[in-house]
């Protein structure tokens, strides 16, 4: 072997040698490796999916006919809640930044791992243990049910003695965290970590998204923080922040929440915008139309949304100026939205489409995003928006979105990329019945709720009468939302089947366009053995580049082989500009997130002190952290 | 259907006033221009279907700066004008129709208290109070001055006009007009908790002669017991704790934490349209409240059934 | 190539400041700061917006009982503290250029006047707490002490920061990690004084 091993042939066994895994459990708690991270996140978020679609499954059953009896009220107001933080908090943002994210970025840009390895580690640990924070609650007969909007004043001690809310507000916080170390390194990363020669406008129009994403993240935040702060603050110590009686105001709370929360649904939507600007290219076998427009449009998305928040307070009796302005701002978020959809659309109108799976997903997810968008416009109408708000019509709306226009990319992007992440390929014909029955599914659930809002029936209810003309509608929907349910399980197995039996393909069987696609499936540790040369945002189509990537390797250029090594490089022009030493496996971020849990726990149960004896051991774990430079370690 | 006759419709669609009319029409006019908008986007999705595996369409081809255009045209012209056109019709005209009326312009202002779950119901200039049914005169313009009982509550009776939220520490308003008379439900829409799916409410629109004659008589205190068995009732009524959270006017019950029963017998339903106002219905509910509206403030007060018919027929006679 | 350096490998205090200026873009780890600013700042935003949002929504502000801050002390420790941006610049100006005493004596500096800010500054959160809590104060209490705890709580942290950095070098000399430590590091403080300037003049907006 030895004796014909070429110098590129040695060059990856280095490499190997150098980035190898710690095995075993151990391995996985002390990982770094982004690709690992990645897999957490997925396997994690979609436990989570699973407990909100059951909470779902649940709602739609109680309310299959009227005066139902399957959930009592307060379970009803629970499964709510639960649902709607679950699957916005432990569902959509982790596995769209969280998996997707942390998987495909660094393989996106040519990078070797993360910005910041520990970090990444630390904001995966942070958001398990928020999601079984909050899950904790709800095993306990505590969980939050004032809804994910959590309006005061019902959500103040006095309507809500228990301990439910101070599950959702501490872990909210606790869950904010971590959405905030992996946003800066999220951005870091795409700024910093791409190969030489990918300038920002050769970068990938998912990384835009992510950055788009990223930067909201890294804004929205900290409103949501100060809000759920105050409201603690309020329950605990009782200040007097949302009590009017001395000189508060229960506005506060919904606009701190919006001026948060409108920003999140672009938050929950742009990562899905930039799986389908990853699709649509591979599978129409074009360039995007309108690349820099796209790109434009997904950062204008992220920045606008900013501005819009009270379009989510028509009815509570601002001025009619405010409201005016609101409405003014909410219809300009169409723009940014048009482009990308009419981008999309005559991609695949002038491209050569091949209707695969993942196509098909991006398909119906261009579909319901039509349907949700169109639908959201006609909420910018404020008399109309205060005739329907707080109705069905607004929940059909919303799913239409968030399932619609997130989670359809999502579930395309797994079809996607499984191939990349499995080295195997997903049964195609159940890809296909899968996508067709929750594309049926989902509109049999959702789309008649918008008749039901506009008939009359409020949303958040937990039965309603018979003779209402609600019964038949309602009926449709629960069983719908069985088939939807049919579809996800198909999805699940399909994979779950491929990952054992799957054809094992090659690294790139759908000739994508980016720089994922040009190593091993799965990929080594080490991402690339050589950093790849990067001249298009399409790096992949440029078959010389790829030729020459070869060459080098033989050469022992751009190997980086002599420790975990990856470069970094100036942000605009994407010069190479370093050699940066990556940490490997590490204790410390699990260390943290435990820490940081036990300081939650302790502040629910009001031991502050303890809390604080917590607190420090988090700082102390941080001093070791940053006390293993390389020189030390 | 004895319900739904005493409520009354709740069908944003089917308004029974110029401003539900008007957010009627907004609404089919913005189906169709969105109709529009969306056939033809799909439209073009079905002309890539047929034709799949062929290259691009000829009359585009790989020309970019046709395609960028075009992606200007329906991302960025389009929806600016169609936007534009929203806008105006929306936002500047079918608003001033909807919005809150000045305070003295209109003939009538009715105060309305959002409570975890029912509705107060108080008449400016009379001692009328009464629950959950809101009389008004047909063909006139009503002020509703909406407040908060404990939490955020929405008031809204979708065929006559658009809802309006109860926030604590503000007092907001909207206007009622009822184009014929009529039963018009409607349902608190903004989530208050456990019983939120039961805070109905209905508004009654008549003409102003029988308005006039039915407000007065709201506005009387209530009539002395007329036989035994109600005035037995009475004296369980007051002697338990139902008085210490009722008010019945004109006698020692002055509670302020249930609805005000003065004239209970003249309400079509209970407990915030949850169930019919019949003497069965009504001992259902005293003898267990928690059954029917599970999480509400009244107690079970374990009184024996002849005790609770001794308090219906009080309360029946209540008119 | 050979211009391009492994910058992790700087472990002395020259290496680390020669691979520091041939670096053309922020570091990472400044860069990572930067986004905690980003985020910190909002979290301040939201607490100063929730200050003038409050006190548009009543017609006494300060609440009747409550006196109006008086304004020149809390004004002139914090131009103190701003003062404080000066030897921190130095000092990440010193560590670029591979100067671990200097570097060490710069922090320090910057350091004292820190620490003697936060003193003074607790002394006065106590005499306010004597006169109204943030119970008792009504919203006007809660607002005003939240903010200023929030406020001092990031001049503590930042004090930590200090003594760290100060330890690290004192112990071990400059490393390309120290350098971008203390870069960031000043950067902090350039945040946490802007800030505390304007939760400063929000505090004392009754009487401006």
């Known amino acids: 072997m030895a004796a014909i091993a070429t110098p590129g042939q040695r060059r990856v066994d280095r490499l190997e040698r150098i980035w190898e895994e710690r095995p075993g459990v151990l391995g996985w708690l002390m990982t770094t ?199 603690e603050l309020d329950r605990r110590l009782g200040m007097h922040f949302f009590d009017p009686s001395h000189g508060g105001n229960v506005l506060l709370w919904q606009h701190l929440f919006w001026i948060f929360g409108h920003p999140e649904v672009y938050i929950i939507i742009l990562p899905a915008f930039g799986i389908a600007t990853s699709i649509i290219p591979t599978f129409t076998r074009r360039r995007m139309v309108a690349f820099p427009l796209v790109a434009l449009a997904e950062i204008l998305v992220a920045f606008i949304g900013f501005g819009v928040w009270a379009h989510h307070m028509f009815a ?318 | 259907m004895l319900l739904a006759g005493c409520g009354g419709g709740q069908d944003s669609l089917q308004p029974h006033s110029t401003q539900s ?37 000829p009359a585009l081809g790989p020309r970019e700066g046709l395609t960028n255009g075009l992606v200007v045209v329906f991302g960025i012209v389009v929806p600016v004008v169609v936007l534009v056109a929203l806008f105006i019709v929306a936002n500047l005209v ?52 909406v407040r908060s009982g404990d939490v955020i509550h929405s008031f809204w009776v979708p065929e006559l006009n658009r809802k309006i939220d109860t926030i604590n520490g503000q007092t907001n308003s909207e206007l009622l007009y009822a184009s014929r008379p009529g039963r018009y439900r409607g349902q608190c829409a903004e989530f208050c908790g456990l019983q939120h799916a039961h805070m109905g409410m209905v508004v009654v629109a008549e003409p102003m002669a029988r308005f006039r004659a039915w407000l007065a008589n709201m506005a009387k205190p209530a009539p002395a017991p007329a036989g035994g068995a109600a005035a037995q009732g009475q004296r369980l009524f007051m002697a338990n704790q139902c008085a210490s959270c009722h008010q019945i006017r004109g006698t020692q019950a002055q509670g302020q934490i249930g609805p005000d029963l003065t004239h209970l017998a003249s309400r079509s339903t209970l407990a915030a349209l949850t169930i019919a106002n019949t003497p069965r219905e009504l001992a259902a509910w005293i003898a267990n409240p928690q059954a029917i509206k599970p999480g509400n403030k009244m107690p079970d007060l374990g009184l024996s059934r002849s005790q609770i018919a001794a308090i219906v027929s009080y309360l029946e006679g209540l008119k | 190539m050979s211009a391009i350096s492994r910058s992790m490998e700087a472990t002395s205090a020259r290496a680390a400041g020669m691979v520091a200026r041939n670096r053309i873009a922020l570091p990472n780890g400044v860069w990572a700061m930067l986004m905690l600013i980003c985020t910190e700042s909002m979290l301040f935003g939201g607490l100063i917006g929730s200050y003038f949002y409050l006190s548009s929504q009543n017609a006494h502000w300060p609440p009747p009982g409550i006196e109006a801050p008086s304004v020149p002390l809390p004004l002139a420790i914090t131009c103190v503290l701003l003062l404080s941006a000066i030897p921190m610049f130095l000092a990440g100006k010193a560590a670029r250029q591979g100067r671990p005493g200097l570097t060490g004596a710069f922090v320090l500096s910057a350091f004292l006047v820190q620490a003697g800010y936060l003193t003074v500054q607790i002394v006065l959160f106590r005499h306010d707490y004597l006169k109204f809590t943030p119970v008792d104060g009504g919203s006007y209490g809660s607002i005003y002490f939240t903010m200023l705890a929030a406020d001092h709580a990031h001049v503590l942290i930042g004090l930590f920061l200090d003594v760290w950095l100060m330890a690290r070098i004192a112990m071990g000399g400059l490393t390309n990690y120290r350098v971008i430590a203390t870069r960031a590091i000043s950067w902090y403080w350039y945040f946490v004084v802007l800030v505390t300037l304007l939760v400063t003049l929000t505090q004392l907006s009754p009487s401006l």
């Open chain 1, 33 to 231: 490796d982004h690709k690992r991270i990645g897999l957490l996140y997925l396997f994690t978020s979609l436990a989570f999916f699973a407990a909100g679609g059951v909470e779902a499954l649940l709602m739609r059953t109680q309310l299959i006919g009227p005066n139902g009896t399957t959930l009592s009220p307060h379970a009803y107001n629970e499964m709510l809640t639960m649902h709607g933080v679950t699957m916005i908090f432990l569902f959509v943002i982790p596995i769209s930044t969280g998996a997707f994210g942390n998987y495909l970025i660094p393989l996106m840009i040519g990078a070797r791992d993360m910005a910041f390895p520990r970090a990444n580690a630390l904001s995966f640990w942070l958001f398990l243990g928020s999601g079984l924070f909050m899950y904790t609650g709800l095993a306990l007969g505590q969980a939050p049910d004032a809804g994910w909007f959590d309006y005061v004043p019902l959500a103040s001690r006095a309507y809500s003695p228990d301990k439910g809310i101070d599950f959702y507000t501490l872990g909210l916080i606790f869950n904010g965290i971590s959405s905030t170390v992996a946003s800066a390194n999220f951005i870091v990363t795409i700024f910093k970590l791409r190969a030489p020669g990918m300038s920002i406008n050769r970068m990938p129009l998912f990384c835009f998204a992510f950055l788009a994403v990223s930067f909201a993240l890294i804004f929205a935040l900290p409103f949501l923080t100060c809000d759920l702060v105050l409201l």
């Open chain 1, 316 to 633: 509570v009796g601002l001025s009619t100026t405010t409201a005016i302005y609101f409405a003014a701002a909410s219809m300009i978020v169409v723009i940014p939205s048009g482009i990308q959809l009419f981008a999309w659309i005559m991609t695949i109108l002038t491209g050569t489409p091949i209707f695969k799976t993942p196509l098909l997903w991006i398909i119906g997810f261009i579909v319901m995003f039509l349907i949700g968008g169109l639908s959201g416009v006609t909420l910018a109408a404020i008399p109309f928006d205060q005739q329907v708000t707080d109705t069905y019509y607004v929940v059909a709306h919303f799913h239409y979105v968030i399932f619609g226009a997130a989670v359809f990319p999502i579930l395309g992007g797994l079809f996607y990329w499984f191939p990349k992440v499995t080295g195997r390929m997903y049964h195609e014909k159940w890809g296909q019945t899968s996508f067709w029955t929750t594309f049926l599914g989902s509109t049999l659930t959702f789309f008649p709720m918008h008749i039901l809002g506009l008939i009359g029936m409020p949303r958040r209810d937990y039965t309603y009468p018979a003779h209402m003309g609600w019964t038949g509608y309602n009926f449709l929907e629960t069983i719908g939302s069985y088939i939807l349910a049919a579809g996800l399980v198909m999805v699940v197995a399909n994979l779950l089947v491929s990952l054992v039996r799957g054809r094992v393909v090659d690294n790139d069987p759908f000739g994508g366009g980016t720089l994922e696609w040009a190593t091993t499936s799965p990929p080594p540790e080490y991402n690339f053995a050589v950093i790849p040369k990067v001249t298009s945002p399409y790096p992949m189509w440029d078959l010389d580049d790829r030729e020459e990537d070869g060459r080098k390797l033989e050469q022992g250029v751009l190997v980086l082989e002599q420790g975990h090594e990856t470069p970094g490089s100036t942000v605009l022009d994407g010069d190479w500009d370093e050699i940066l030493q990556m940490p490997s496996d590490s204790p410390y971020p699990i260390l943290l997130g435990i820490a940081t849990a036990a300081m939650f726990a302790m502040l629910l149960l009001a031991h502050y002190v303890v809390a604080g004896i917590f607190l420090a051991i988090g700082a102390l774990v941080l001093v070791g952290w940053h006390g293993t430079e390389p020189q030390e370690s």
């Open chain 2, 94 to 145: 079918v608003i001033k129709t909807t919005q809150a009326p000045a305070k003295g312009s209109t003939q009538m202002s009715i105060d309305v208290t959002g409570k975890q779950w029912f509705w107060v119901v108080s008449y400016d200039g009379t001692p009328a109070v009464t629950a959950n049914e809101i009389h008004i005169p047909v063909r006139t313009r009503v002020r509703i001055n």
């Open chain 2, 21 to 57: 009319n008007q957010i009627r029409w907004l609404w089919w006019g913005m189906l169709i221009v969105a109709g529009i908008v969306f056939f033809g986007a799909v439209g073009m999705l079905a002309l890539a279907w047929l034709r799949k595996g062929d290259k691009g369409l």
